[in-house]
């Protein structure tokens, strides 16, 4: 079975941090096929991440229903009476999902290839490690001129503190995408770095989810969401804003007004 339109969607989704209410009777329904961008902004406080976490299984709702349907058919539906097993869990975080944050979640004791190596075996599949898919993934985020000069093995036997701010983002997110995920999360994936290295970060992102247009998308959290042209935004027809209410808005940006209004 194949799904045409896949997606999430969040059916009266109530989330709460001990007794304080973050998102309330919150709806939503993402057609991951038709836009595979799906940028979260807002204020702090708002909802963003809490949004993110429910959306990747990492947090349980307190109400209401969250549902994926992904190309390959599968379906998962969760709720706060009827949450997923460990089972699904571990399906959806090894098969389905790819996860980046701000802070490069590379293990500083271990070389590049090895946190390659060791990501690929947290898999519930074959347990065999694919060298070559390895390479490939480096590979995709190797940007610059000079990085690409030196050989695949030359990066592979780095640790993560030889690297450049910059380079440790783009090689978390290849030890995200090495799994081929359908969905990839990525917290603030730019964070504090220059413009030059936030643009070479998204266009790494941008160009892994063109390699399967259609079977991939990228949901993000960002705080550069003024601008379409900013290099968080570019790819974005559209973006989610958190507001301190609890609820969120759908925006859509209008050049001739120079700003993102509600749809």
Known sequence: MTITNWG???KN???QWDKKVVLNQANLSLDLKTDPYIPLCGITGGGKTTAMHLMSSQKKPHGGKITWRFPDGTVFEWTSSQPLSARQITLLRCNYFGMAFQDSIL???????ENFIY????????GIIDQEKINQALKSVLVTKDEKKHSIDYWLN????ELSGGQRQRF??????????????ADEPTGSLDRKAREDVMQVLWDWVEAKKGQRALIWITHHMEYPDDPDMKKATERYYFTEDGQFEKQSYVKEQTKWLNI
């Open 8 to 10: 999430c969607d969040f």
């Open 13 to 15: 989704i109530k989330a």
């Open 107 to 113: 293990l500083p004791h271990l070389k590049i290839n």
């Open 119 to 126: 990501r690929l075996t947290m898999r519930p599949r074959t």
């Open 158 to 161: 780095k640790f993560p503190h």
């Open 172 to 185: 978390s997110l290849a030890q995200a995408m090495i799994r081929d995920p359908y969905v990839l999360f």
